[in-house]
């Protein structure tokens, strides 16, 4: 939250009438009057023009129009709120479930929220602007008419002028006079007119605030995405400093114990570098599994797809392996089923006792409200706005049973499957 003053903060110092405050109520008033003349346009001619035509079927995509025209208005406002209030609005509505417009429709016409803005959109267009155009027309109206008193007199003539349709005037002592007063009186109707915005804004962000679960549950979304993104880069800092670092001093270790042995130094000089060398070369295998554990290099270049292949190669236990993939996964949803598919295979290895795996297959799951069908963010657990890898025998490209050695499981540190 911003931590400047707001309008309702302003009107309690003495320093209001000298600041911008002023000018900015009176600004957001003004283009308030104009968003509703605009909105309630808009909203006649949809009605009129959709109810008319609903019977040739062609006022129905109008109808459609304005049941959800408190949507662009309702982004409108969130922005011209912060002429007088700069703490933010955030949107109310969630991501569609799926892409394209049938889905985005689904979604917001099942949205507490499109109702809400559409009801915001009424009370703007038959209620507020009125009120607030009286307010503002009193006020330059007044304070224009006084202010204007010599001027009006200089254009009749110098004989009379009327003053707000009131009083005539005969010279200009008198007009001057209304001047004056006209001038005393800006600073005086700006408290009115301040009040009067910062009570529109606060039912503004009481009508627009998406209040309930609804809010809570996608900040929670939002902070799971933020800590999966932090650990996805760290890992990734972690592999390109093992494979920048220590994994090419390794390999330059043992070419320099291989050129060595081939001094041909004697016994047991030779015997020690054979060994270190030996050790090494394990060592350096060591690390590339670990980077391989990490991340595997095949996922970032070539998809899930081959990854699962490849640790199929790897497995003890042979495997056939169907695919179903339409298009590629965010990153890190990519890296949470290939760990899940990793710890599964050695698990199998492991416990099972088996001769041959079934076949497993890894599906993205949605919960309702959430993002689909290829999720754009990762998310985890199993609270709705989370995902989770479920077992599910439904994939379709086949793959011929692989045999061959190790374990495909990546070390245990390292493994990032949701429960």
């Known amino acids: 939250m911003s931590s400047s003053p707001g309008l309702h903060q302003a009107l309690r110092q003495r320093r209001y009438v000298r600041g911008p405050w002023p000018w900015r109520a009176a600004l957001y008033l003004v283009t308030g009057v104009l968003t509703g003349v605009v909105t309630l346009t ?13 019977v040739l079927l062609i006022g ?23 002429l007088v209030d700069p703490r933010p609005l955030p949107p109310a509505h969630r991501e569609p479930d799926g892409t394209g417009l049938t889905a985005w429709l689904r979604t917001r016409l099942g949205e507490r929220a499109t109702w809400r803005e559409l009801a915001y959109a009424l009370l703007t267009a038959l209620v507020l602007w009125p009120l607030e155009a009286v307010a503002v027309g009193t006020a330059l109206a007044v304070c224009g008419g006084l202010i204007a008193a010599p001027a009006v007199l200089a254009a009749s003539g110098g004989e009379e002028a009327r003053v707000l349709k009131i009083w005539l ?26 009040v009067l915005a910062a009570g529109r804004a606060a039912l503004t962000r009481a009508l627009l605030t998406d209040s309930g679960d609804g809010a809570r549950l996608r900040e929670l979304d939002r902070s799971r995405s933020r800590l999966v993104d932090a650990f996805e880069a760290e890992r990734r800092r972690i592999e390109r400093d093992l494979h920048d670092g220590a994994q090419q001093r390794l390999v330059a270790l043992s070419m320099t114990l291989g050129l060595a042995r081939l001094e041909g130094p004697d016994e047991p000089l030779a015997g020690l570098l054979a060994k270190a060398h030996g050790e090494a070369d394990t060592a350096l295998v060591e690390i590339r599994e670990l980077i391989r554990g990490i991340h595997p290099q095949v996922l970032t ?3 899930l797809g081959a990854a699962v292949e490849d640790v199929a190669d790897r497995s003890v236990v042979p495997v056939d392996v169907d695919l179903e993939l339409p298009e590629r996964l965010p990153g890190a949803v990519e890296s949470g089923v290939y760990f899940a598919v990793c710890e599964a295979l050695a698990n199998a290895a492991r416990h099972s006792g088996a001769a041959r795996t079934g076949r ?15 999720p754009p963010r990762p998310r985890t657990g199993s609270s709705p706005g989370g995902r989770r890898v479920l ?4 994939w379709s490209r086949r793959a011929p049973a692989r045999r061959a050695t190790g374990s495909p499981s990546p070390p245990r540190r390292d493994r990032a499957v949701g429960p």
Do not use: K, M, N, Q
């Open 301 to 303: 270049d070539r998809g």
């Open 169 to 194: 005037i005969h010279s200009y002592p008198p007009a001057f006079a209304a001047l004056l007063a006209g001038l005393v009186l800006l600073p005086v109707f700006a408290y009115p007119l301040g």
């Open 360 to 374: 497993p297959a890894v599906r993205p799951v949605r919960w309702p409200g959430t993002p689909g069908p290829s």
């Open 42 to 54: 808009a909203l006649l001619l949809l009605a009129v023009a959709g109810g008319a035509l609903a």
């Open 60 to 82: 129905l995509p109008l109808l459609l129009t304005l049941a959800l025209a408190g949507i662009p208005l309702a982004a409108l406002e969130r922005r011209r709120l912060r």
């Open 391 to 394: 077992p599910e025998r439904s």
